[in-house]
């Protein structure tokens, strides 16, 4: 294979596979529309919009992966229908005339709204809202002429995640003891997958072609309650755990008949009002990786929060 592995999107998750593909030796290139991404001796930052074709190819030339790591400009189902596809087809089509895989992070919305413990062999067949959006994308994937693996994780956690319910609205409350409101309920389990250990797995599944054309579930460690996601901030930062509350469902699907950022919120409450697992020990033994552990993978969020929030006060 050839050493050269590109990155679109410079997100927590895109930011996480370049950096650790860098670590291992590989020169990797970020496709960004800012010219953003780490900065390491391997990595080279590039400015560009990947839906571009004209643009998009020339920058992959040489590669044997690509890691497709951008989402919707807003969480909206609109934006998602009108951006996601077109993308996704664009860098399938460079892919395929350089030869190269295609790694995608996938989320669990294709599954709907489970009755139990999901795996790899459920059905993912949802069909309204953004759930939809993401089985109309896997369906595309299987379709395509190149290769491609999705890596399936549920909500992200971890360094430089922002935009999360295990990220900036937990996180800097429990280090400054503030009250944290969850949604929906905050004592049913619900599966939080490390971007680091989605960002491995992704790099295992591009590099080994057993594993291409499939789709795969993160290494996950076993679901947690909310509640106790914040004790294990709290535990890893050394603090007592805050008061954790919860935000009323019947109030956001309220506000979202007249508000649609709080509708696009609410159609997803249901994965906190009912246990919300996923089962990835299938796609650990296939990938030879297993979960961080909750407690080292809090305390290294921790770590990267503390040094943000200093960071930021004193700019």
């Known amino acids: ?16 596979v370049a950096e650790q593909l860098a670590e291992a030796g590989h020169d990797v290139r970020v496709l960004t529309r800012s010219g953003s991404g780490p900065d390491h001796p391997r990595i080279e930052r590039r400015k560009l919009d990947v839906s571009d074709a004209a643009a998009l190819g020339p920058a992959l030339e040489g590669a044997s992966a ?35 895989v295609v790694v995608f992070p996938e989320s669990l919305y294709s599954y709907g709204r489970p009755d139990g413990v ?4 459920g059905p ?48 800097p409350s429990v280090l400054n003891g503030k009250t944290i409101r969850v949604l929906g309920r905050a004592d049913v389990e619900h599966s ?26 993160a290494p996950t460690a076993p ?31 309220a506000l979202g008949t007249v508000h649609r950022p709080t509708r696009e919120l609410a159609e997803m409450l249901y994965q906190f009002e009912a246990p919300y697992v996923m089962d990835s020990r299938r796609s650990e033994r296939r990938l030879h990786l297993a979960p961080t552990p909750l407690a080292q993978a809090a305390t290294e969020t921790v770590r990267w929060w ?9 700019r």
């Open 306 to 314: 503390r040094t943000e929030l200093a960071a930021t006060a004193g």
């Open 66 to 100: 690509v890691f497709h790591c951008i989402h919707g400009s807003a969480y909206d189902v609109r934006a998602w229908e009108r951006e996601l596809p077109a993308a996704e087809q664009t860098v399938m089509d460079a892919a395929h005339r350089v030869g190269a």
């Open 223 to 253: 679901a947690v309650t909310q509640r106790q996601m914040v004790e294990a901030y709290a535990h890893a930062a050394q603090v007592r755990p805050p008061k954790v509350g919860t935000l009323p469902g019947g109030l956001l699907r």
């Open 192 to 217: 939080f997958t490390y971007v680091p250990d989605l960002a491995a797995a992704m790099i295992t599944a591009a590099h080994d072609p057993a594993l291409w054309n499939s789709v795969l579930h």
């Open 1 to 16: 294979m050839s050493n050269l592995q590109v990155v679109t999107g410079a997100g927590p998750v895109g930011w996480t």
């Open 124 to 171: 993912r067949d949802a069909t309204s809202g953004k759930l939809g959006v993401r089985t109309r994308l896997l369906a595309a994937r299987a379709a395509h002429p190149t290769s491609t693996v999705s890596v399936v994780a549920s909500d992200f956690f971890g360094p430089r995640v922002r935009t999360a319910h295990a990220g900036e609205r937990v996180v």
């Open 118 to 121: 999901m795996t790899e062999d």
